[in-house]
């Protein structure tokens, strides 16, 4: 399985995250988060699969997070909420987002990005 990469197409950190892979000839699949966004069985998935946080997945920076005032309520929310709410709309989602068979990174932090290369 390849990597697939999720992102949106003009966000900077995307734009970083598929210029690393391509300067590193990592061949990969793009998803365009906005056009297809991710399901509430897939966050499901990838929680037990990888192992991470739900709240990892938002998009804390973002403006859509900020005016549904997503700070405070998030607390207050159960699981299903946010899974509901995460799959709702693309631009709630952390991004970019890469997903291989073993791991999965999330943010663009080039440090993990560098790991990710040496091990594959």
């Keep these: 399985m390849k990597p697939l990469l999720i992102g949106y197409k003009k966000c900077s950190t995307c734009q970083k995250a598929e210029e690393y892979l391509k300067r590193h000839h990592i061949d990969y699949s793009f998803r365009k988060i906005k056009e297809e966004r991710v399901t509430e069985e897939e966050l499901k998935a990838w929680k037990e699969k990888y192992n991470i946080e739900i709240d990892r997945l938002f998009n804390t920076s973002g403006m859509l997070y900020r005016s549904l005032n997503l700070k405070e ?14 799959a709702s709309d693309g631009m709630l989602v952390k991004r970019p987002l890469l997903i291989t068979e073993k791991q999965m990174l999330i943010g663009w932090k080039e440090k993990e990005w560098e790991e990710y290369v040496t091990k594959n």
């Excluded at 309520?73 to 995460?86: I, Q």
């Design 73 to 86: 309520k998030r607390p207050g929310m159960s699981e299903e909420e946010k899974y509901r709410l995460l």
